[in-house]
């Protein structure tokens, strides 16, 4: 790989998996011909005081594509830190990070994101969040990358030609295509851009595999063009441990995903993986086959126990596929129009997209009664895939009550209904919302359109959830805004819109009103518990001081200007302090 501007790191730092008192640190070393470097010192410091906390030296791991990862002990809860790398006498960029908190913890806050097509977008939401100095870390669930060629098969999406093909252009398949992939990810300066500001904690969607992947095969995987499942699956996961910041949660299962994270006691997260260990998707009848499974009997098992032993005040799921029904056999023709070209719905528009959980519905009945069953009920699922945003209320049946919330953030940039129909950002759409929203009662927010990222927001009485959108993806370009918020009451899994006090799902059926979001009450909420002041960071990047526009309607937004994203009332943060320098066939992608 070429050098860029003589820097041995060509694919910036990044940092992830924080715990009280651990966090992983990660970059890359592209020598030049004739030169194999070995080791690589490293060092962490405090963020505020400068003073410096661990050091050492590791190896630089040939035999995995030159990547440098270290698992760094022995720091405090909650802390700001900064950290760089130096090999040959060359620094690396510093980044910062962050551990989670332990104990006493009143007010958590982080960004959740999916779905990062390289060839459709800029990734200015990323952009975004490098700046942000509000949140503890980025939850990513899934799609980190698309193993998709630039010119794909009829069952994806293609991308236009905004000067971002793909490296490779075929789809990746050896673990030589898969470095490649994520290596052109790495050199984009929005990626190195975030990884550099936030850790991040990540789940796995399809295409850091293949389009719909399951456990052994995929939609568009041919053994006889690919080679054997099997082997394509593991290099994918290798390539994966080499290029992201993660930690095995069980060492001697390295296609092991799934794990929980407790965050001192005011919440448990649950990370799922709900591609690489389900059976194959199928239609009906036979996805309601008992048997069927998304999670896999092992992780079924531990999840299981994981929910009914956590005694956190919040237990939040991060779940890679939605798990909200997305099917109504009431729709109108224009809107199963429009869900098919999304893939919230089958392909022919008479029945569910199985390759969601709509297509387990089975065992999502048996998530579902654990939940329900559950001393109190404080599970908040938190889902990608999609490409559109989301907020639902989650039973199986639209006659029972619900017993936990869901929300789903858009995707980073791939594409979703404009972008798919060719009309205009928030315009045809609109309809299609409304309808969707009066005939799916569950649902109480959507928006087909928009990119971005959404912040998560929890104390101890509620979880509030923001969905932000980014102004354009065809350039990089600094604008965004606050398009909705919907928040939910510990002890009653109903959503509430910003302004609220009480669900509108509450309200007789003939109240209801169709709209991108439900309604809004006029009285204000009751003010969250206000939260303790963050420690110290370093100084994000400069953004513009315009006040965001902040709409409780997504169909009424409009088009966002640049902002600097302000924390929630609930979140103040402190002043940022000086850095010290330290030398698938169902789902289109």
Same mark, same amino acid.
């Not at 971005?452 to 509030?464: P, Q, T």
């Not at 006040?547 to 902002?563: D, G, L, Q, Y």
């Given at each position: 790989m070429?050098?860029?501007?003589?820097?041995? &790191?060509?694919?910036?730092?990044?940092?992830g998996?924080?715990?009280? #008192? =651990?966090?992983?640190?990660?970059?890359?070393?592209?020598?030049?011909?004739?030169?194999?470097?070995?080791?690589? %010192?490293?060092?962490?410091?405090?963020?505020?005081?400068?003073?410096?906390?661990?050091?050492?030296?590791?190896?630089?791991?040939?035999?995995?594509d030159?990547?440098?990862?270290?698992?760094?002990?022995?720091?405090?809860?909650?802390?700001?830190?900064?950290?760089?790398?130096?090999?040959?006498?060359?620094?690396s960029?510093?980044?910062?990070?962050?551990? %989670?908190?332990?104990?006493?913890?009143?007010? *958590?806050?982080?960004?959740?994101?999916?779905?990062?097509?390289?060839?459709?977008?800029?990734?200015?939401?990323?952009?975004?969040?490098?700046?942000?100095?509000?949140?503890?870390?980025?939850?990513?669930?899934?799609?980190?990358?698309?193993?998709?060629?630039?010119?794909?098969?009829?069952?994806?999406?293609?991308?236009?030609?905004?000067g971002?093909?793909?490296?490779?252009?075929?789809?990746?398949?050896?673990?030589?295509?898969?470095?490649?992939?994520?290596?052109?990810?790495? #050199?984009?300066?929005?990626?190195?851009?975030?990884?550099?500001?936030?850790?991040?904690?990540?789940?796995?969607?399809?295409?850091?595999f293949?389009?719909?992947?399951w456990?052994?095969?995929?939609?568009?995987?041919?053994?006889?063009?690919?080679?054997?499942?099997?082997?394509?699956?593991? +290099? !994918?996961?290798?390539?994966?441990?080499?290029?992201?910041?993660?930690?095995?949660?069980?060492?001697?299962?390295?296609?092991?995903?799934?794990?929980?994270?407790?965050?001192?006691?005011?919440?448990?997260?649950f990370?799922?993986?709900?591609?690489?260990?389900?059976?194959?998707?199928?239609?009906?009848?036979?996805?309601?086959r008992?048997?069927?499974?998304?999670?896999?009997?092992?992780?079924?098992?531990?999840?299981?126990? +994981?929910?009914?032993?956590?005694?956190?005040?919040?237990?939040?799921?991060?779940?890679?596929?939605?798990?909200?029904?997305?099917?109504?056999?009431?729709?109108?023709?224009?809107?199963?129009?429009?869900?098919?070209?999304?893939?919230?719905?089958?392909?022919?528009?008479t029945?569910?997209?199985?390759?969601?959980?709509?297509?387990?519905?089975v065992?999502? =009945?048996?998530? %579902?009664?654990?939940?329900?069953?559950?001393?109190?009920?404080?599970?908040?699922?938190?889902?990608?895939?999609?490409?559109?945003?989301?907020?639902?209320? %989650?039973?199986?049946?639209?006659?029972e009550?619900?017993v936990a919330?869901? &929300?789903?953030?858009?995707?980073?940039?791939?594409?979703? *209904?404009?972008?798919?129909?060719?009309?205009?950002?928030?315009?045809?759409?609109?309809?299609?919302?409304?309808?969707?929203?009066?005939?799916?009662?569950?649902?109480?927010?959507?928006?087909?359109?928009?990119?971005?990222?959404?912040?998560?927001?929890?104390?101890?009485?509620?979880?509030? &959830?923001?969905w932000?959108?980014?102004?354009?993806?065809?350039?990089?370009?600094?604008?965004?805004?606050?398009?909705?918020?919907?928040?939910?009451?510990?002890g009653?899994?109903?959503?509430?819109?910003?302004?609220?006090?009480?669900?509108?799902?509450?309200?007789?059926?003939r109240?209801?009103?169709?709209? !991108?979001?439900?309604?809004?009450?006029? @009285?204000?909420?009751?003010?969250?518990?206000?939260?303790?002041?963050?420690?110290?960071?370093?100084?994000?990047? @400069?953004?513009?001081a315009?006040?965001?526009?902040?709409?409780?309607?997504?169909?009424?937004?409009?088009?966002?200007?640049?902002? @600097?994203?302000?924390?929630?009332p609930?979140?103040?943060?402190a002043?940022?302090? @000086?850095?010290?320098?330290?030398? #698938?066939?169902?789902?289109?992608?």
């Open positions: 070429e050098r860029a501007g003589g820097s041995l &790191f060509q694919h910036g730092v990044a940092s998996d924080p715990t009280p #008192r =651990r966090v992983v640190l990660w970059t890359r070393v592209t020598a030049p011909e004739g030169r194999t470097p070995t080791a690589a %010192l490293w060092r962490v410091l405090e963020a505020e005081s400068g003073r410096m906390v661990a050091n050492g030296q590791t190896r630089v791991r040939v035999e995995a030159s990547t440098i990862r270290v698992d760094v002990g022995g720091l405090s809860p909650d802390t700001r830190y900064v950290y760089d790398f130096e090999v040959e006498g060359e620094p960029p510093q980044g910062r990070t962050r551990t %989670l908190p332990d104990e006493d913890v009143r007010t *958590l806050r982080f960004a959740q994101v999916s779905c990062a097509k390289y060839n459709a977008g800029h990734f200015n939401a990323y952009a975004r969040i490098a700046e942000r100095d509000d949140i503890s870390f980025v939850l990513h669930l899934g799609d980190w990358i698309y193993e998709a060629s630039q010119t794909p098969p009829p069952s994806q999406t293609p991308s236009r030609d905004i971002r093909p793909f490296d490779p252009l075929h789809e990746c398949v050896t673990i030589e295509d898969y470095r490649r992939r994520y290596a052109q990810y790495r #050199r984009d300066p929005d990626i190195q851009a975030v990884s550099a500001a936030h850790p991040f904690i990540s789940t796995v969607d399809d295409h850091e293949a389009d719909g992947a456990r052994d095969g995929a939609t568009e995987h041919r053994a006889e063009r690919d080679g054997p499942w099997s082997r394509r699956r593991a +290099a !994918a996961f290798q390539a994966r441990e080499e290029w992201l910041p993660v930690r095995r949660p069980e060492m001697a299962k390295p296609e092991r995903v799934y794990r929980s994270i407790p965050i001192g006691g005011l919440a448990e997260l990370m799922l993986d709900t591609r690489t260990m389900r059976d194959e998707p199928i239609p009906p009848p036979g996805m309601t008992k048997d069927r499974t998304a999670l896999g009997p092992e992780q079924k098992a531990w999840l299981f126990e +994981a929910l009914r032993s956590s005694r956190a005040r919040w237990r939040l799921v991060g779940n890679p596929s939605v798990m909200a029904r997305t099917w109504n056999d009431g729709l109108p023709d224009f809107v199963r129009t429009a869900l098919v070209k999304v893939k919230l719905i089958d392909s022919d528009g029945g569910p997209d199985f390759d969601q959980w709509d297509g387990y519905p065992e999502r =009945r048996e998530v %579902l009664d654990v939940i329900g069953k559950l001393p109190e009920a404080n599970v908040v699922v938190l889902s990608g895939d999609v490409h559109v945003a989301l907020a639902a209320e %989650l039973a199986e049946t639209p006659t009550p619900p919330v869901e &929300f789903v953030n858009t995707s980073l940039t791939s594409q979703n *209904l404009d972008d798919k129909m060719g009309w205009g950002l928030r315009t045809e759409s609109l309809k299609v919302e409304k309808a969707l929203l009066a005939g799916m009662p569950h649902l109480q927010h959507v928006d087909l359109d928009s990119h971005g990222y959404s912040i998560v927001d929890v104390d101890a009485e509620r979880v509030r &959830f923001e932000w959108n980014v102004e354009a993806l065809d350039t990089r370009a600094a604008g965004q805004a606050m398009a909705a918020s919907m928040w939910v009451r510990h009653t899994p109903r959503l509430i819109a910003d302004g609220a006090t009480e669900p509108r799902s509450a309200a007789p059926r109240a209801r009103r169709a709209s !991108a979001s439900v309604g809004k009450a006029p @009285k204000a909420a009751k003010p969250p518990t206000p939260a303790k002041p963050a420690p110290a960071k370093p100084a994000p990047a @400069k953004a513009p315009s006040k965001p526009a902040a709409s409780k309607v997504a169909a009424a937004r409009s088009t966002p200007s640049p902002v @600097k994203p302000k924390p929630s609930a979140s103040p943060t002043p940022p302090a @000086k850095t010290p320098r330290a030398p #698938r066939k169902r789902k289109a992608p």
